[in-house]
């Protein structure tokens, strides 16, 4: 079975509801653009890349059923641009969805013609999205090997990865993960290690099943556990994670954890690196200070959703149920995102190639624009 996060054909949009996996892979349709922000904002589909293309697909399918309001340029474009800023108010934190909109906005404020020609330009660039992403993940996955191979030889390696950004995030293949794919793909990997990813847990959900999936040597452990893996495999070389943004000077806001684990790199000397593809790469940010970082809301810190094992260990799926796991009572912060600061960043890799620090210091990650 191929893992698809997203399945669209012209008219026909569906999403693997990520909320019930692992348990249970089930499509649902998304057919309008409330559709397409209702599953962003509950994370039925998440992941930077996954958001913008459902949102942008999603549009895609309304217009293709909408008769009115679009019959003239100008109708057609307000229709669009109205509906496109929506969707990008359904999660801050990731700039592919706000990238997307910027570009899917232009191309409709520069399409004269007739109403139906900005609809089919819009229609054809949202669809070019989906397909762009999975071969930029894959070049993403050529240059990360590339790198690997110029820093550690030929030898086997591991490498610590957290959140989800495999083929679940993403129109396919994934980005860190898609390093991962690439790097065992080569023969190069001795193991992955996947943080758990709390409090959503898309490490233990999400990358564990995509690994076992793929029969990739893995193994969970929980966010706690990280310096101590470093400090007692001195195989794992490099921790490789995804971006939401990356600012101009290469900070990088990505799942919580991600700042913590830039820090233990340093101090173990393991590499610490970003995968991401241009479209996660923010010009108009200036550093990590200027990111929005969502935050949600306290139920996801103090329960968890889940199949209920039976007495004999099996795993009944007919019966999920949402426990409590906190002090009733108690307060509670849910930063989704983190920021991991430039200066612990070893390289960011993207579709394009691969960005270091100068003698300064600094990435200069206008070159890929
Ligand atoms: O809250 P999520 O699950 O949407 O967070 C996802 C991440 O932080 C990923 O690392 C990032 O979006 C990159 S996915 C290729």
Redo the contacts with the bound molecule.
């Keep these: 079975m191929v893992l698809e996060a997203i399945r669209y054909t012209p008219g026909n949009l569906e999403i693997l509801d990520q909320l019930r996996l692992p348990h249970e892979s089930v499509y649902i349709k998304v057919r309008t653009s409330e559709d397409a922000y209702h599953a962003i904002r509950t994370?039925t589909v998440?992941?930077?890349?996954?958001?913008a293309i459902v949102a942008a697909l999603a549009l895609a399918v309304e217009l293709t059923y909408t008769e009115t309001n679009i019959e003239s340029v100008a109708s057609a474009r307000d229709f669009i641009l109205e509906k496109l800023r929506y969707l990008v108010t359904s999660?801050p934190t990731?700039v592919?969805l706000s990238d997307a909109a910027r570009k899917l906005e232009k191309l409709a404020s520069e399409t004269e013609g007739s109403g139906k020609a900005v609809v089919d330009a819009y229609i054809n660039a949202a669809e070019k999205m989906l397909v762009d992403d999975v071969s930029d993940n894959t070049s993403i996955g050529e240059n990360g090997v590339a790198w690997a191979e110029k820093n550690f030889g030929t030898e086997k390696f591991s490498i610590l990865t957290?959140?989800?950004?495999?083929s679940l995030?993403?129109a396919g293949y994934?980005?860190?993960?898609g390093i991962i794919r690439s790097v065992h793909a080569k023969h190069l990997l001795e193991h992955a290690y996947a943080l758990e990813t709390r409090p959503?847990n898309?490490g233990s959900r999400l990358t564990a099943y995509e690994l076992v999936h793929d029969n990739i040597p893995a193994t969970l452990i929980t966010d706690s556990m990280a310096s101590v893996l470093l400090k007692t495999h001195p195989e794992i070389r490099m921790i490789v994670?995804?971006?939401?943004r990356v600012a101009r000077n290469g900070d990088t806001a990505?799942?919580i954890g991600?700042y913590q684990l830039s820090i233990v790199a340093r101090y173990h000397g393991v590499k610490f690196v970003v995968?991401?593809p241009t479209t996660?790469i923010d010009m108009l940010t200036a550093s990590g200070e200027d990111i929005v970082i969502?935050e949600r809301k306290p139920e996801e810190l103090v329960t968890m959703r889940g199949p209920v094992v039976d007495f004999d260990g099996q795993v009944n799926k007919n019966e999920v149920r949402t426990v409590h796991i906190a002090a009733p009572g108690i307060g509670v912060w849910n930063p989704?995102?983190d920021v991991a600061p430039a200066n612990l960043i070893d390289a960011i890799i993207t579709e394009k190639g691969v960005a270091e620090k100068d003698s300064n210091g600094e990435f200069h990650l206008a070159k890929f624009f």
């Excluded at 994670?241 to 939401?244: E, H, Q, T």
């Design positions: 994370m998440r992941g930077a890349p996954a958001i999660r990731a592919n957290i959140c989800n950004t495999g995030a993403t994934g980005t860190a993960l959503y898309q994670v995804g971006a939401d990505n799942k991600t995968a991401a996660s969502e989704a995102f």
